[in-house]
């Protein structure tokens, strides 16, 4: 698979709604960091915290 590829993909699922698929194309465990006082925002604004699972990912697809 190319990166063009995966990119055209994860895009299509992006644009289709899909958080489930499109959190199959990150590895189980990702270490998705944001440089954002998470204590102070991530209680009001559900997309603006750290993501550790796929799960997450899907989570944060949906928020």
């Given at each position: 698979m190319t990166t063009r590829h995966t990119i055209d993909e994860l895009l299509r699922r992006i644009g289709a709604g899909?958080?489930?698929?499109?959190?199959?194309?990150?590895?189980?465990?990702?270490?998705?960091?944001?440089?954002?006082?998470?204590?102070?925002?991530?209680?009001?604004?559900?997309?603006?915290r750290n993501r550790s699972t796929r799960a997450d990912v899907a989570e944060a697809c949906t928020a």
């Amino acid at each position: 698979m190319t990166t063009r590829h995966t990119i055209d993909e994860l895009l299509r699922r992006i644009g289709a709604g899909e958080p489930e698929k499109i959190s199959e194309m990150y590895a189980d465990r990702v270490d998705w960091a944001l440089d954002w006082p998470e204590d102070r925002h991530g209680a009001t604004i559900p997309w603006i915290r750290n993501r550790s699972t796929r799960a997450d990912v899907a989570e944060a697809c949906t928020a």
